[in-house]
């Protein structure tokens, strides 16, 4: 029977070397997380204003069988203001549900929401991104559930609800590198 060493091999203790941009990554990644957090635990909501609501529905979605619906919801965020200057930031997110029956949309409705917070100081402008990105959505889409509940009822639609959500925090931003993105996530697997 062949012995257990009693030291882990030099190649399993040494510690996993990252390349200059995988490095530059994982600090961008850290950094946002850390703004992320503080803003969490500073930024308070000053106003969600219900700026436009979008509701269509066409007369076959009436009589049509709900389970062949297919059902999509589509959240939009806009950065306004990140609020870098002033300590206030603002984003217009709009959802928008929509119901398809053999490849035709039958029911549509947008709602776009302006949501402002205040008390962001000192977080740089990838924080405030990724945290009304994830904040910002979360709460206006309880209004937007809530109102589309109400027009569905008044539509006599008879749709399911829309479901609840929650949003991890995702620290990367959309307009990154894939192949940088997919270095922070073996970044990220290394660590642990």
């Keep these: 029977m062949p012995e257990m060493p009693d030291e882990p091999r030099a190649e ?16 961008r990644y850290e950094a946002r997380r850390a703004d992320y957090n503080k803003l969490v635990n500073n930024a308070r909501l000053l106003t969600m204003i219900l700026e436009n609501v979008d509701f269509k529905i066409q007369p076959e979605a009436l009589s049509a069988d709900k389970s062949e619906m297919k059902r999509t919801i589509v959240p939009k965020t806009e950065i306004m203001s990140t609020g870098l200057e002033d300590g206030t930031c603002v984003a217009n997110i709009i959802w928008e549900v929509s119901f398809k029956l053999r490849n035709k949309t039958v029911v549509r409705c947008s709602a776009s929401y302006i949501i402002s917070y205040g008390g962001v100081a000192d977080c740089s402008a990838d924080g405030v991104t990724v945290f009304l990105e994830n904040v910002g959505k979360v709460a206006t889409y309880a209004y937007f559930r809530a109102l589309y509940s109400q027009l569905d009822w008044s539509a006599n639609l008879g749709s399911q609800p829309l479901p609840v959500i929650q949003f991890l925090p995702n620290f990367k931003l959309r307009s990154e590198d894939p192949a940088e993105a997919a270095q922070d996530v073996d970044d990220k697997a290394a660590e642990t």
């Design 12 to 27: 399993e203790s040494a510690a996993v070397a990252l390349s200059p941009a995988a490095e530059a990554a994982r600090v």
